[in-house]
């Protein structure tokens, strides 16, 4: 069974909406782990049915070494990003572990991907949960 860890922050909407469209698609095939960077993100996530949650920098840290697969915003890789919410920790610990990344091209800080074209957000999550269908369907 894989282990997909969803990060989020702020309100929790993009991951609650990828934690959703996944578990229509794969079911009980993974455990979804949300991980918000605030309490408030980890409660939406929860309530669009992860099977568990932690909130904060540490339980980010530890938890996405653990994990087969990360989805979430470019942002949770980069230092101080989401109104400060991704801790340069948090940055460092999820773009050194040996998950897998599925990041959302969205963006709030001041960073520009050239030469990417602006897909709405739910064509992005139906993409990730395609290609992550696939992957567990592929035994």
Same mark, same amino acid.
């Given at each position: 069974?894989?282990?997909?860890?969803?990060? #989020?922050?702020?309100?929790?909407?993009?991951?609650? %909406?990828?934690?959703?469209?996944?578990?229509?698609?794969?079911?009980?095939?993974?455990?979804?782990?949300?991980?918000?960077?605030?309490?408030?993100?980890?409660?939406?996530?929860?309530?669009?049915?992860?099977?568990?949650?932690?909130?904060?920098?540490? *339980? !980010? $840290?530890?938890?996405?070494?653990?994990? #087969?697969? /990360?989805?979430? @915003?470019?942002?949770? !890789?980069?230092?101080?990003?989401?109104?400060?919410?991704?801790?340069?920790?948090? *940055?460092?610990?999820?773009?050194?572990?040996?998950?897998?990344?599925?990041?959302? @091209?969205?963006?709030?800080?001041?960073?520009?991907? /050239?030469?990417?074209?602006?897909? @709405?957000?739910? $064509? %992005?999550?139906?993409?990730?949960?395609?290609? /992550?269908? %696939?992957?567990?369907?592929?035994?």
């Amino acid at each position: 069974m894989k282990k997909i860890c969803v990060i #989020d922050g702020q309100g929790g909407g993009i991951g609650s %909406l990828v934690i959703r469209k996944l578990h229509e698609a794969c079911g009980t095939q993974i455990e979804i782990i949300a991980l918000g960077t605030n309490a408030i993100a980890t409660t939406q996530m929860l309530k669009a049915r992860a099977n568990r949650g932690a909130s904060g920098e540490n *339980a !980010i $840290r530890v938890t996405a070494q653990q994990a #087969d697969i /990360i989805i979430g @915003p470019l942002s949770i !890789i980069l230092a101080n990003s989401m109104m400060g919410e991704v801790t340069p920790k948090i *940055a460092e610990a999820v773009s050194s572990c040996k998950a897998t990344k599925y990041l959302l @091209p969205l963006f709030q800080e001041n960073a520009v991907i /050239i030469g990417m074209p602006t897909i @709405p957000l739910p $064509r %992005l999550v139906e993409e990730i949960v395609e290609k /992550i269908s %696939l992957l567990v369907n592929e035994k």
